[in-house]
């Protein structure tokens, strides 16, 4: 029984946020969401990242232990999609990231904060950080088959993943100010995000 109250208490925040979001979008359909997209991607996430990393209690011994879980999991799947691929006969260069970058941190950052605490929320943006560092990189080679350095400075998930390196690895106590700001701006993030979320699924043609 202890079991299934503890998913509900993890899951249910979620799933409240997300039936927010696809009540507002049954009763407002032409929503435009853009201003969350923008938000998410240019402070919302950079601020999440800042501040899971920094003040969770995640240190750079487990930040790089993480980070190589991270990538023998990418390399895992990265061999199971073009196995996939292959034996769908598909173009493997522009449908494999799909199976090798999974845009799951919508929910699974919120979902690891709830199940696990701050350190679970501090090491499920670790990960998030590398899959976030590949989708301005590795993604954008294979769909476009070229490499964009432009298109990775223009990305601000990618100095707040270089900041948040270098306050854990040289120990730099973050300013309580800057905690309280960036703590504000990610939590509103993930009330935005998964309230969008919800949107898209009013919008969601199966047929």
Not at 41 to 63: E, K
Not at 146 to 171: C, G, H, T
Not at 182 to 206: D, E, H, N, Q
Request: charged share 10%.
């Amino acid at each position: 029984m202890d079991i299934y109250l503890k998913l509900f208490e993890v899951l249910f925040p979620v799933f409240f946020m997300v039936g927010i979001g696809y009540f507002i979008g049954k009763k407002n359909p032409k929503l435009d969401t853009s201003f969350i997209t923008n938000f998410a991607a240019n402070i919302g996430s950079p601020a999440m990242v800042f501040y899971a990393i920094t003040t969770t209690g995640v240190t750079f011994s487990m930040f790089i232990e993480y980070f190589w879980y991270s990538l023998i999991a990418i390399f895992a799947f990265s061999l199971v999609g073009v196995i996939f691929l292959m034996f769908l006969k598909k173009e493997i260069i522009r449908e494999l990231p799909p199976f090798v970058l999974p845009n799951v941190g919508n929910m699974g950052l919120p979902i690891c904060l709830f199940a696990y605490g701050n350190l679970g929320l501090g090491i499920a943006a670790t990960i998030s950080s590398l899959v976030i560092f590949f989708h301005f990189t590795i993604n954008v080679f294979l769909a476009s088959k070229k490499f964009s350095f432009k298109l990775l400075l223009q990305s601000p998930p990618v100095y707040a993943i270089m900041i948040s390196i270098i306050f854990i690895y040289y120990e730099i106590e973050t300013p309580v100010f800057l905690v309280n700001t960036t703590m504000i701006t990610a939590y509103t993030a993930i009330f935005l995000i998964l309230m969008s979320l919800g949107i898209a699924l009013t919008r969601l043609k199966v047929f």
